[in-house]
DNA sequence: CATCCATTTCAGAAATTTCTGAAACTTCAG
DNA sequence: CTGAAGTTTCAGAAATTTCTGAAATGGATG
């Protein structure tokens, strides 16, 4: 490795996340490298910069594709493909958001659906008004979602600072929809 | 298996998706036996529900309980530890949002913080930019998250139900005027 | 105390995931 | 075409995680 102590520490920490994120390790490593630095960096470059093997880093870097968290860019008379992370933080988080939604909750929205469908047996009462109540709310964080994910950065970004204002706000304004609420 | 069909089908797509959510498989196979069970269940329930080893629910519980999503029951003349899930979906979330906060996102908050504070070489300035970007977006993340999370599940949901609406009240507000009339 | 019953621990086995080098493939230039 | 430069694929090796049975622990009871 030839990075900076500073780029190194980073890079050693987005390692150990990686897992918890949902990569691995070298996928973690990978990002936080080009998440620092300077300019796009070729797979080569980022070979060196970690000591893994070519092969692993392509396939880092495939997977970073997948997860739309890299940019390919080119250079004039140069045909290897460099990467960037976006400038943008903020469009950074919103895909972070959008494709751990896509791998964690919409395939079990969708199966909740699936379940919900079936009439259920008399044991299985209970156990389908769970499924019905945990779709609900599902749905109701994710078209949630869905509606502040159309937001401009900006507005987003007021709503965030409002903070608990909000809570404020909420107060009057209670009567659309009521989501079924236990204990009735 | 004694499971239903229901339960059964649930319970495979709960251990499917536990990698992806953080937990593995059997963690995620006994929280869904647990969520859909119509009363507490001991661990040798579990067994028999699940074919796993006792050992392997045993430490299974255990990261529940470490993730606070399952609560401890007992019952008259029976020492066995009996779980159960909360009732209250919302609860769950909470729980579920925050105990991944601390596992996902605290540790880099700090990890970030600590990078921020040594005066970078020259060669670092970007890096330490992104570095004090990233920090700062995390911040105001989760001091929006602690502020949401301070609120009633019924203000909450309040919010929720208000959806694109939040959008356009984002638009004025310098000030707090809780009522303004929609649409001029 | 000894016994019973339940839970936990833990070392090794089994399963899964990650990583590598070698080969295959692709694209472009001459 | 042919070769050079780059990327991808993939089978097996290495590393890590999960799972198990056996033994250890805990704690209530008589």
Same mark, same amino acid.
């Given at each position: 490795?030839?990075?900076?102590?500073? @780029?190194?520490?980073?890079?050693?920490?987005?390692? *150990?996340?990686?897992? @918890?994120?949902?990569?691995?390790?070298? &996928?973690?490593?990978?990002?936080? &490298?080009?998440?620092?630095?300077?300019?796009?960096?070729? +797979? $080569?470059?980022?070979?060196?910069? =970690?000591?893994?093997?070519?092969?692993?880093?392509?396939?880092? =870097?495939?997977?970073?594709?997948?997860?739309?968290? &890299?940019?390919?860019?080119? #250079?004039? $008379?140069?045909?290897?493909?460099?990467?960037?992370?976006? *400038?943008?933080?903020? %469009?950074? &988080?919103?895909?972070?958001?959008? *494709?751990? #939604? !896509?791998?964690?909750?919409?395939?079990?929205?969708? !199966?909740?659906? %699936?379940?919900?469908?079936?009439?259920?047996?008399?044991?299985?009462?209970?156990?389908?008004?769970?499924?019905? %109540?945990?779709?609900?709310?599902?749905? +109701?964080?994710?078209?949630?979602?869905?509606?502040?994910?159309?937001?401009?950065? %900006?507005?987003?970004?007021?709503?965030?600072?409002?903070?608990? #204002?909000?809570?404020?706000?909420?107060?009057?304004?209670?009567?659309?929809?009521?989501?079924?609420? #236990? !204990?009735?």
């Amino acid at each position: 490795m030839h990075l900076s102590q500073l @780029r190194q520490d980073f890079v050693l920490h987005f390692g *150990e996340m990686g897992s @918890r994120w949902g990569i691995n390790r070298t &996928v973690g490593q990978i990002y936080a &490298v080009l998440f620092l630095s300077d300019e796009p960096l070729c +797979a $080569d470059e980022i070979v060196e910069a =970690l000591g893994l093997s070519r092969s692993n880093i392509s396939m880092g =870097l495939k997977e970073l594709q997948s997860w739309n968290l &890299v940019r390919l860019r080119h #250079k004039p $008379d140069d045909r290897r493909d460099y990467f960037t992370t976006p *400038e943008d933080m903020w %469009e950074i &988080v919103r895909t972070l958001i959008a *494709e751990r #939604k !896509k791998r964690e909750i919409d395939p079990t929205l969708t !199966k909740l659906r %699936e379940l919900e469908m079936a009439k259920p047996s008399a044991d299985d009462a209970h156990a389908h008004e769970r499924i019905a %109540e945990l779709r609900a709310l599902i749905e +109701a964080m994710t078209n949630f979602y869905d509606e502040m994910n159309q937001l401009e950065t %900006e507005r987003l970004l007021a709503l965030l600072n409002m903070g608990s #204002k909000l809570g404020k706000f909420a107060q009057g304004a209670g009567k659309i929809l009521p989501l079924r609420r #236990k !204990k009735g």
